[in-house]
């Protein structure tokens, strides 16, 4: 079959396979599969472009997004993509895919990912990672980057902590009214944009006696989590 066999544990000898066509096709490793010690299948790629731009450009070892995206297939996989940033856009760096998005797994496969860098990963500085990691609003991401790469300063993007707050007030269980979800989006706004910690501070401890916020009492743990965040 041309796309692999459905079944899962034919698929993934497919998919060793095909894993191991596309290493020799290329003349090195550049995939491979691995399995968690609970089950969980991971597979990390780093094709030949994304190596010569982990050795060539210099912004590879500043910074890394990681990006994740769910429901890729029948197997609910989630895909992990690395960035860097340039005038063009992202740039690739490496690739995770796996069965499951806990810290354990997301961590086994960054640490395979490191067994396909070349010598000179993240422009020389292989093993301590670029100088900055920004991922997703993700507990479980940020655990496995801080377990992979404790010298990386971890980051909170600004797009994906507004987007995980909106889904938060949308969440019907947070019995959160229409009316008061754009002033409370606001208030994490406002405290997302502080230049200092002390603005910062300010923002926050003005959001706790708003009367909007003290009726969304749950919302001062988000704020809470964002201050703390906000600080590394």
């Given at each position: 079959m041309e796309y692999g066999h459905p079944s899962e544990t034919k698929m993934l000898f497919d998919l060793e396979s095909k894993l191991s066509a596309y290493n020799s096709a290329q003349g090195e490793e550049c995939s491979n599969i691995g399995t968690t010690d609970d089950g969980q299948t991971v597979v990390t790629i780093c094709t030949p472009l994304m190596k010569r731009i982990h050795e060539l450009w210099p912004y590879s070892g500043e910074m890394c997004f990681l990006d994740s995206s769910g429901t890729m297939d029948r197997q609910n996989c989630r895909v992990f993509l690395l960035l860097t940033h340039s005038p063009a856009g992202g740039l690739p760096l490496g690739v995770i895919v796996t069965s499951s998005e806990t810290a354990s797994t997301i961590t086994y496969g960054l640490e395979k990912?490191?067994?396909?860098?070349?010598?000179?990963?993240?422009?020389?500085?292989?093993?301590?990672?670029?100088?900055?990691?920004?991922?997703?609003?993700?507990?479980?991401?940020?655990?496995?980057?801080?377990n992979t790469y404790p010298t990386s300063c971890l980051l909170l993007c600004t797009f994906h902590a507004i987007e995980a707050l909106w889904?938060?007030?949308?969440?019907?269980?947070?019995?959160?009214?229409?009316?008061?979800?754009?002033?409370?989006?606001?208030?994490?706004?406002?405290?997302?944009?502080?230049?200092?910690?002390?603005?910062?501070?300010?923002?926050?401890?003005?959001?706790?006696?708003?009367?909007?916020?003290?009726?969304?009492?749950?919302?001062?743990?988000e704020g809470e989590d964002f201050v703390q965040n906000k600080g590394l």
């Open positions: 990912l490191k067994n396909l860098f070349p010598n000179k990963a993240f422009y020389g500085r292989c093993i301590y990672g670029p100088q900055i990691f920004m991922p997703d609003a993700c507990s479980a991401e940020r655990m496995a980057l801080h889904r938060w007030l949308w969440d019907q269980k947070n019995h959160i009214s229409n009316n008061d979800r754009p002033p409370l989006l606001y208030k994490l706004k406002t405290m997302m944009y502080a230049k200092t910690i002390p603005e910062l501070e300010e923002q926050y401890n003005a959001a706790l006696t708003d009367v909007v916020c003290q009726r969304g009492c749950h919302a001062h743990i």
